[in-house]
């Protein structure tokens, strides 16, 4: 009976709130997307791209997938991606660049929630995409392969009614998986909460957190970020802030780490599958994680040290 009310049902009722929050945020805006790419507009915006993926190796052609996928979660740019002819050189490329500016205005909106500057994310992750995709233009081998994939011919939409329809489906699809997988970090809370176990999983990690400058009280926030992404971790993020087990100023740092270094398993899995070395991707995501966060906290540490004197 405890097991129930204080694990189950509590998760039921926190999982409820919080995907009713996520669902306000993400379905709009999904919408939106949508419209702009029926209209035409989102090609339109990726055509003053074309010059600058010159100088990260890639053609004009491929600035259609990091617009979309700056709008949109990775499965989209994903699409696109495997009905284009390009290298594995390529492919390696624009899989980084999407990995760290992918779904900005669901995220960004989310980590604003969390108390980080809306603006200040998107624009940090849309210039970490460009600085590693001239950097990788630089220093990967030019003869990698091509990617192992299978061309796709995805259906156009070709009216409002229809696209309604697969908006409609599409919700419906990420409103389960919402239901499901926030149900579940919130059952896993509890249980780790009940046994005491959260305190152990983050003295676990504290060593790696140190190394990424990151405060130990981000251990669990860190772990569910990395595993599940921004949209959930985010979620989670409110709640832990809310019953005063972090503090703003820790979830900021946070929030600029998962802004660069976040979900590895699912994102890194979508892209080996098509062929991408997991070293690339994964490697290159935690050196830029590393980075943001230590120049941010010598750019706080600069700011203290300013307004004492």
Not at 2 to 17: D, M, P, Q, T, V
Not at 21 to 40: A, E, Q, T
Not at 180 to 185: H, R, T
Not at 263 to 284: C, K, M, P, R, T
Request: glycine share 6%; hydrophobic share 55%.
């Amino acid at each position: 009976m405890e097991f129930r009310e204080n694990i189950i049902f509590r998760a039921l009722k926190k999982s409820g709130f919080t995907t009713v929050w996520l669902l306000r945020i993400i379905l709009p805006i999904s919408l939106l997307v949508r419209f702009l790419d029926y209209f035409g507009i989102l090609p339109y915006m990726a055509d003053f791209l074309d010059p600058v993926f010159v100088y990260m190796g890639l053609p004009g052609s491929t600035a259609i997938v990091f617009m979309t996928s700056i709008f949109l979660p990775l499965y989209a740019p994903l699409a696109i991606i495997t009905s284009m002819s390009i290298t594995l050189r390529e492919l390696t490329i624009l899989a980084l660049m999407c990995q760290i500016s992918h779904n900005l205005p669901v995220e960004s909106a989310i980590q604003a929630k969390t108390g980080t500057s809306f603006w200040a994310m998107t624009l940090l992750r849309i210039s970490m995409s460009i600085v590693v995709g001239l950097t990788l233009n630089l220093i990967l081998p030019q003869n990698m392969g091509m990617p192992v994939f299978a061309q796709t011919d995805p259906a156009a939409i070709t009216s409002v009614g229809y696209l309604l329809l697969v908006w409609l489906k599409s919700s419906l699809q990420i409103t389960v998986l919402i239901v499901v997988i926030v149900f579940l970090l919130n059952l896993l809370y509890n249980l780790l909460e009940k046994y005491k176990l959260i305190a152990a999983l983050s003295k676990g990690i504290e060593p790696l957190l140190k190394f990424f400058g990151l405060p130990s009280t981000t251990g669990f926030l860190w772990l569910i970020g990395y595993i599940v992404g921004l949209a959930y971790g985010g979620a989670m993020m409110m709640d832990q802030m809310k019953e005063g087990k972090v503090t703003r100023s820790d979830a900021s740092l946070l929030n600029y780490h998962l802004a660069v270094s976040h979900s590895v398993l699912e994102d890194n899995l979508l892209f080996v599958a098509l062929g991408v070395s997991i070293w690339w991707i994964l490697g290159v995501r935690l050196v830029i994680a590393w980075v943001v966060v230590w120049i941010r906290r010598f750019l706080l540490r600069l700011r203290v040290e300013s307004l004492n004197l």
